[in-house]
């Protein structure tokens, strides 16, 4: 495995950016109205390669927002990245303390 794909996502709402929106600010019924900036952007990115893994964007976001939000959800994968990794690394040694008792039982 040469990395982990970090997802996070930002909607963009004018000059309002939301990263990781829950739902009710997602998709509020009072932002579908023409004019003004807003969409959604969702990002998985690969943190130790420096590379996107996927993009998927909808509504309407000038070239220039768009570019603003992935720098956003780059930073914010970046700093998400961290801690998946410790969640990784101790999950892997508790599997491990399990099979080496299941180990010793057998040998038993």
């Known amino acids: 495995m040469y990395d982990v794909v970090i997802g996070c996502g930002l909607r963009q709402h004018e000059v309002t950016a939301l990263v990781d929106p829950i739902y009710e600010e997602e998709y509020r019924?009072?932002?579908?109205?023409?004019?003004?900036?807003?969409?959604?952007?969702?990002?998985?990115?690969?943190?130790?390669?420096?590379?996107?893994?996927?993009?998927?964007?909808?509504?309407?976001?000038?070239?220039?927002?768009?570019?603003?939000?992935?720098?956003?959800?780059?930073?914010?994968?970046?700093?998400?990245?961290?801690?998946?990794?410790?969640?990784i690394t101790e999950s892997l040694k508790e599997e491990l303390k399990k099979r080496e008792r299941d180990m010793k039982k057998v040998v038993s």
């Open 29 to 87: 019924p009072e932002d579908i109205h023409p004019g003004g900036e807003h969409g959604n952007v969702v990002l998985g990115f690969m943190p130790l390669l420096q590379q996107v893994a996927a993009l998927q964007c909808d509504g309407e976001l000038q070239p220039k927002t768009l570019s603003a939000a992935l720098k956003i959800l780059m930073e914010s994968c970046n700093g998400i990245y961290s801690v998946v990794q410790e969640c």
